[in-house]
């Protein structure tokens, strides 16, 4: 069956640390990965997709995502978290033109 | 609209009643999308629309769970004899396709079973 993994249930960072939250799905053909991110008390929102092309993608907030085909992979990155960054973060795969799956959600805690 | 909205936000139940939740998707938006979020599980897929047609409906827990959507628009996702597990956020989004496309989420209704 079609699934996506997320390695980090919770994570905690002082500000200023780099962060990397892992993300794994099962399929093997032509797949749309996204990550989603969901602020306390608000709705989810797109933080960066990635369809075809340059396998390294940039999304809102100094966020980026790398896709490794080999890997299965599709990991979030930021250099540096800010307390603003405490949120839930959520890994999304879409296998072709099929349905939305989506991760368990990593809680990421940003201490000041 | 301008964004998915979804009713009740909040919808407090009796075992054993039915409760219907609304979704109204944005404008123009073929694909609908069911969710559950439960605390610690994620979000757990119900069921998908692709206009008026349920291509996959293999995340509806069992047979209480059902879903509609009529004209290619509004989409109602009903729960028969609710049970105690049956609370949590219901979410739904929707997406211009399915695929390559951002899909949006509303708010969501958290439905609570006592």
């Known amino acids: 069956a079609q699934s996506v993994s997320q390695h980090n249930h919770h994570v905690i960072l002082s500000e200023a640390a780099s962060l990397e939250l892992g993300c794994n799905y099962s399929y093997g053909g032509t797949v749309n990965l996204f990550w989603y991110v969901q602020y306390p008390g608000q709705h989810l929102q797109l933080l960066l997709k990635?369809?075809?092309?340059?396998?390294l993608v940039k999304g809102i907030k100094g966020f980026e995502a790398e896709f490794i085909k080999s890997k299965f992979s599709f990991n979030l990155r930021k250099p540096s978290v800010q307390w603003s960054d405490t949120a839930e973060y959520f890994c999304?795969?879409?296998?072709?033109?099929?349905?939305?799956?989506f991760g368990q959600g990593t809680e990421l805690s940003v201490k000041p | 609209g301008a964004g998915v909205s979804q009713s009740p936000s909040n919808k407090v139940t009796e075992k054993g009643k039915d409760v219907e939740l609304r979704c109204d998707p944005i404008s123009g938006h073929t694909a609908l999308y069911w969710y559950r979020q439960s605390l610690g599980q994620g979000l757990e897929f119900l069921i998908y629309f692709q206009g008026n047609s349920a291509p996959d409906k293999s995340g509806l827990p069992s047979d209480r769970f059902s879903a509609e959507r009529t004209g290619g628009s509004v989409s109602t996702l009903t729960i028969q004899r609710t049970q105690q597990e049956d609370s949590a956020v219901y979410l739904c989004?929707?997406?211009?396709?399915?695929?390559?496309?951002?899909?949006?989420f509303g708010q969501g209704t958290r439905l609570t079973v006592v």
């Open positions: 989004a929707s997406s211009a396709q399915t695929g390559n496309t951002e899909a949006f």
């Open positions: 999304a795969v879409t296998p072709g033109r099929g349905k939305l799956i």
């Open positions: 990635y369809f075809s092309g340059d396998p």
